[in-house]
């Protein structure tokens, strides 16, 4: 089992910045695929940005340019730097670690809120 534990969401005016924090309980960033997802009030979750075991980045296409991932293997931390945040960025923000189907783990989610 792994466990993931996010944190660094809160309220921020649009146009603000914030950094989201995912701790994994185990070394795995280096074995596993990183991912951050969200899912708004009504809606259906959805893929923000992932980051590979080699490295490649992907984003969903209203975040790029705007967010980015990263990860730092020695504290197996993986980031989300979200800037230029807008209202429809507002969503519950879940970090996610995919080996395969056996292996998918979920964090507890953090509440991001972008409002004046």
């Known amino acids: 089992q792994v466990q993931l534990v996010e944190s660094g969401g809160g309220l921020v005016q649009p146009g603000g910045s914030l950094r989201l924090s995912c701790a994994a309980s185990?070394?795995?960033?280096?074995?596993?695929?990183m991912g951050w997802y969200r899912q708004a009030p009504g809606k259906q979750r959805e893929k923000v940005a992932t980051?590979?075991?080699?490295?490649?980045?992907n984003y969903v296409d209203s975040v790029k340019g705007r967010f980015t991932i990263s990860r730092d293997n020695a504290k197996n931390t993986v980031y989300l730097q979200m800037n230029s945040l807008k209202p429809e960025d507002t969503a519950v923000y879940y970090c996610n670690a995919y080996y395969s189907a056996q292996y998918d783990f979920w964090g507890q989610g953090t509440q991001v809120t972008v409002s004046s």
């Open positions: 185990r070394s795995i960033l280096n074995m596993y695929t």
């Open positions: 980051i590979s075991t080699g490295g490649s980045l």
